[in-house]
């Protein structure tokens, strides 16, 4: 095995060590793990970055500051005081409901879900700092921990259960992060596509001294009719120099 790739999976393994580790790892075990690749100080620190960034902590535990936004944390607490309302229950409990959900129970698939609410708040924090608040990433996780009690029938074991849920509520999240980038690079595509045509409209006008039509700034852009209109559509009708009477969906 070539050495990138032992270094890709030494801190794939880091990571996974720090996850099962509540999220953070002692600096000796980091340096440890980097110490037959010869790294000096400032490579070391591009390492801790790379944790840090994944949410890992290295000699201290990471804050909440580190990763989110102040108005998710004041999100996070609120909604963390609101759990504490919530029955507590010993292992044992935990174990009796989940066997009682897994045989088809409603009301104890309900509870299963009140004990598994917490669990969805710390995965929640892993898939933070990607773009997404954290109020969505722990909706998408209380939808998919919700459609996973209702699962579990088909496990063997109780003991299977947590880990089921778990991979459930993460697969959740990782969707939704999924659609969340595409959306994003879709707003920024049409983000683009309005600058460039409110600066050539912007162009034209001021050497025309009139609005333009969409004629003339097709064969300015080189864009189609319906870029242009959809670049319209999406500006919000807000770019003035355009001459948009009697402006209607058209072809190419």
């Known amino acids: 095995m070539d050495k990138e790739k032992q270094f890709s999976d030494m801190l794939a393994g880091l990571i996974e060590q720090g996850r099962e580790n509540d999220n953070f790892l002692e600096s000796s075990v980091v340096d440890a793990a ?63 409901v989940t066997l009682s959900a897994m045989a088809g129970d409603t009301d104890a698939q ?39 009690v209702t699962m579990l029938g088909a496990l063997e074991h109780q003991s299977e259960a947590d880990g089921m849920l778990a991979h459930m509520i993460m697969e959740g999240m990782e969707e939704y992060l999924d659609e969340f980038s595409k959306q994003n690079a879709q707003d920024e595509k049409n983000l683009k596509s309005v600058n460039e045509v409110a600066d050539k409209a912007r162009e034209l006008y001021e050497e025309l001294r009139r609005k333009v039509t969409i004629e003339e700034l097709m064969l300015e852009t080189g864009l189609s009719k319906n870029a242009i209109q959809r670049a319209i559509t999406f500006s919000g009708d807000k770019i003035e120099y355009i001459d948009t009477t009697g402006l209607s969906s058209g072809g190419e």
Do not use: T
């Open 110 to 148: 309900s509870r299963l879900i009140e004990m598994h609410l917490m669990n969805v708040v710390e995965i929640a924090k892993l898939y933070a700092g990607q773009g997404a608040f954290i109020e969505d990433l722990i909706g998408e996780g209380n939808i998919a921990l919700s459609v996973g």
């Open 34 to 96: 980097c110490s037959e690749y010869g790294l000096d100080d400032s490579k070391l620190d591009l390492v801790y970055d790379y944790l840090k960034k994944n949410h890992i902590g290295v000699g201290e535990p990471l804050k909440d500051s580190d990763y989110l936004e102040s108005e998710e944390i004041n999100y996070l607490n609120m909604y963390l005081e609101e759990l504490k309302a919530l029955p507590s229950f010993s292992e044992g409990e935990k174990e009796a």
